[in-house]
């Protein structure tokens, strides 16, 4: 199979267009931050190869997954950023 071969229709990413929008904003992902998560999405799929009829369920599941630990990442930074405050805070006099 041909690296040609393993990419999705072009029409995938258009018909999957208003459902990926809704994904993104349920999980916080900045408009900047959305083309290295579709990319390594679809770096995935290439590598693993699915049946065309698999492609569209894998690509959702692996971009819901991604947006996913984006969207814990950005917790953990606001919880370690408040918890560093906070220490600031109370080492003042």
């Known amino acids: 199979m041909t690296d040609e071969d393993r990419q999705p229709p072009d029409d995938l990413m258009e018909r999957l267009q208003p459902r990926l929008e809704a994904l993104f904003w349920a999980h916080g992902v900045a408009p900047e931050e959305v ?3 579709v990319e390594d999405a679809l770096a995935e799929l290439r590598i693993r190869a699915p049946h065309p009829r698999e492609l569209e369920p894998r690509l959702l599941y692996a971009i819901e997954v991604r947006c996913r630990r ?4 950005l917790q953990r930074q606001i919880r ?3 918890s560093r405050a906070e220490a600031a ?3 003042e006099p």
Not at 70 to 73: E, F, P, S
């Open 35 to 37: 083309e290295p998560i």
């Open 80 to 82: 370690e950023a408040l």
């Open 70 to 73: 984006h969207r814990d990442a």
């Open 89 to 91: 805070k109370e080492e």
